[in-house]
């Protein structure tokens, strides 16, 4: 079993549309969650970053951390054709090291 | 441009040569990262400095494959005797590693290698 998993999608939507990404994680140790995105053929890009438990917001952007189910979330409002990309969860036991990454969800919103 | 940078970009070898790539990470942060990305996959730990010191390696770091980072500034991988499963991107990244700081990896744009 990997320590993250993530449902590859893909993933289509319409513009505008909420649009909900997840990963589920088995190492309790996790306390550092990401969100990156990543465009074809490019590195991935920081989206949010998040500790413990909880909500982030930026801008349209949401994180959610539930570490009683260890389970995290991206919610993406109003999404754009340019959000249209491939979305990286990672998450790390303390700061500083090594990141384990979920496999992506590519997503498409369709104008 | 202050992000993480690498180069090349894309490199085609053929299999059994030797290749090395190089990472500038973010001017003041002291954390180097090594990942490497195959297609449809997320990052995978390579390796990672602190400084100039190697404070861990994966176990997917076979004896082919040495990084530096004999200054603490910029890092290079290098591969060898290159094999066709070495086909992927590799990723790099910097953080400014401090008590009080976030921590996040900062991204460079990869180098793609395809190992003929």
């Known amino acids: 079993q990997k320590e993250v998993e993530q449902d590859p999608g893909p993933l289509s939507v319409p513009e505008g549309a909420i649009v909900s990404l997840n990963c589920t994680y088995s190492n309790s140790a996790f306390q550092y969650f990401m969100w990156y995105r990543q465009y074809s053929r490019k590195g991935p890009e920081l989206l949010m970053y998040t500790y413990s438990s909880g909500n982030k917001e930026d801008g349209r952007f949401t994180a959610q951390v539930d570490k009683s189910s260890k389970y995290i979330s991206l919610f993406i409002r109003d999404s754009q054709p340019s959000d249209s990309a491939t979305y990286l969860c990672?998450?790390?036991?303390?700061?500083?090291?090594?990141?384990?990454f979920g496999t992506g969800t590519s997503l498409t919103v369709i104008p | 441009d202050t992000g993480v940078s690498q180069d090349p970009r894309h490199k085609i070898t053929k299999r059994g040569q030797n290749v090395t790539f190089r990472c500038d990470p973010i001017s003041e942060h002291n954390r180097l990262y090594w990942y490497r990305q195959t297609l449809g996959q997320g990052p995978e730990f390579l390796t990672y400095?602190?400084?100039?010191?190697?404070?861990?390696k994966s176990r997917l770091l076979s004896d082919r494959f040495s990084a530096e980072r004999p200054k603490g500034s910029f890092s290079t991988l290098e591969i060898q005797h290159t094999e066709q499963g070495d086909s992927a991107m590799y990723l790099c990244a910097s953080s400014a590693h401090r008590a009080t700081h976030k921590n996040e990896q900062f991204f460079g744009p990869g180098t793609r290698l395809t190992v003929l």
């Open positions: 400095f602190q400084n100039e010191a190697q404070l861990e």
């Open positions: 990672a998450m790390s036991p303390n700061t500083g090291n090594q990141f384990y």
